[in-house]
């Protein structure tokens, strides 16, 4: 892939994109509820040949994608392509950091969040992955702050 391709997808994922952190539920072995964050970028249009050079872009450099139809209108067909999987993530986050502009803040606190994920698991750590949920929502819901 060249450079102009990841500027592009950097383009796409900045209008189109979401990259978040979320609360995931599991029930243990013995039953119990287990809360834990997770990671996903996901990139939601109604542009079939848009998201198929998405979905090229991914497969040159290997990432793994899951390809969904979340919801349709009567009117317009509408796919998401959705990244969940933290080795490709880490990709994600290495090609998308020298183009995105917009969700540069939601990128910065995702690798973070990445590199907490790979350290041994504590109490410290998973506290740290709340507050980087909590960081990243607060991104979301609000954006960064034009000066």
């Known amino acids: ?13 900045d209008g189109e ?3 978040t952190i979320f609360r995931r539920t599991n029930k243990s072995s013995n039953g119990n ?20 050079k998405c979905i090229k872009i991914f497969d ?6 899951s390809y969904l139809n979340p919801r349709n209108s ?15 993530l880490k990709k994600f ?3 998308m950091k020298p ?7 939601q ?9 907490e994920a790979e350290k041994s698991r504590s109490k410290e750590r998973s506290f740290r992955k709340m507050s980087l949920l909590e960081e990243i929502q607060k991104e979301n819901k609000y954006g960064s702050q034009i000066l």
């Open 33 to 52: 509820t287990i809360i834990s964050p997770a990671a996903s970028a996901t990139i939601t249009n109604t542009n079939c040949l848009m998201l198929e």
């Open 17 to 19: 994109g979401c990259i």
């Open 60 to 65: 040159d450099v290997g990432i793994k994608y």
């Open 74 to 88: 009567n009117t317009r067909k509408v796919m998401r392509v959705q990244i969940r999987n933290y080795d490709s």
């Open 107 to 115: 990128l910065e606190i995702l690798e973070e969040f990445l590199l």
């Open 99 to 105: 183009y995105l502009v917009a969700k540069k803040k």
């Open 1 to 13: 892939m060249k450079e102009i391709d990841y500027a592009w997808l950097s383009g796409i994922v």
């Open 93 to 95: 986050v290495s090609i």
